[in-house]
Nanobody, 121 residues
Framework: VRLQASGGGLVQAGGSLRLSCAAS????????MGWFRQAPGKEREFVAA????????YYADSVKGRFTISRDNAKNTAYLQMNSLKPEDTALYYC???????????????WGQGTLVTVSS
């Protein structure tokens, strides 16, 4: 699976951004999709995941209620709608695909390149 993330940018605190992750090379509906992020000087952390046909979603506590993950299998694309952004959301955001069954955590087999989100205070 090849993943191409886009949609990052600079936004003021309280603003919104929508990230997209376009996939190719494998049946998109056969993979669980997710997003991770890595802030400067910190380890990469899980943000959100969505099941193969979108029946379940799962979020890190830090983004619950503010971020929404979705997917459009007809367009081979996953999305991350980010609202009420905070300066601490500043990070490089990566999309990822997990070909295995969902076991409560995302274990990516494929990664996209990062897209930078910067939230100014």
């Amino acid at each position: 699976v090849r993943l191409q993330a886009s949609g990052g940018g600079l936004v003021q605190a309280g603003g919104s951004l929508r990230l997209s992750c376009a996939a190719s090379g494998r049946t998109f509906s056969s993979v669980t999709m997710g997003w991770f992020r890595q802030a400067p000087g910190k380890e990469r952390e899980f943000v959100a995941a969505i099941g193969r046909i979108g029946l379940f979603t799962y979020y890190a506590d830090s983004v619950k209620g503010r971020f929404t993950i979705s997917r459009d299998n007809a367009k081979n694309t996953a999305y991350l709608q980010m609202n009420s952004l905070k300066p601490e959301d500043t990070a490089l955001y990566y999309c990822a695909a997990d070909t295995g069954p969902w076991r409560g955590t995302l274990n990516p087999d494929y990664w996209g390149q990062g897209t930078l989100v910067t939230v100014s205070s």
